[in-house]
């Protein structure tokens, strides 16, 4: 097996990684890419930590998905289309919202919070040029995977509300993908915000 050096194609600078992942991240230049066939320039955001988050930090990869969501037809008994609802203002059957896909690898319950979590309140935060020493989790969810697990993420969350969603006929056009970096530390629970 050859084993080829990594560098970054903004600086030329060797990038020195010890975990298998997606993203290379340049601490010369600040500047995020991903391996897809050859090295591709990303456009990312770091979250930023409030400064009172207790505990050992770590950023969590996150597709920050840009939809516009169309319905065209819907047909529920018990109930109503309670979060679609909520995204879509003033009685609108379209509009734009985010949907946050984990980009790392989680079991499927801790996939599923944190997404509809996420997705239902996005997350507002300062954001910062690098990582400051903290490590990350790799990244593990293309950005194409991200698109397509959007449409399971917006079910989902119409899914758990009261009411039988008898027949949904949508369409939801993905307008723009952006890699966030969102800042969580440990807990006895798990992970958690640290926003």
Known sequence: MRVIQVKCPQCN?????KQKDKIFFCTQCNTVHVRNGGIEKLDVEIGDYATSAPGER????FWRVYAS???RSKSVEGGSLFKLSQWLKGGSDSGNMFIY????ELDPASFRRMATSLTMNPPKYPTRLNFGNVSRLPAVISKKEASELADFVVVTIEAEQPGVLQRLDYTLTVNDTKLVYLPFVKTPQGMAPAL
């Not at 600078?13 to 990684?17: D, F, L, V």
């Not at 770590?58 to 990869?61: F, H, K, N, Q």
């Not at 896909?101 to 790392?104: F, G, Q, S, V």
Request: a neutral charge.
């Open 58 to 61: 770590i950023y969590a990869p």
């Open 101 to 104: 896909i984990p980009a790392t």
């Open 13 to 17: 600078s060797p990038i020195q990684q």
């Open 69 to 71: 969501f169309v319905v």
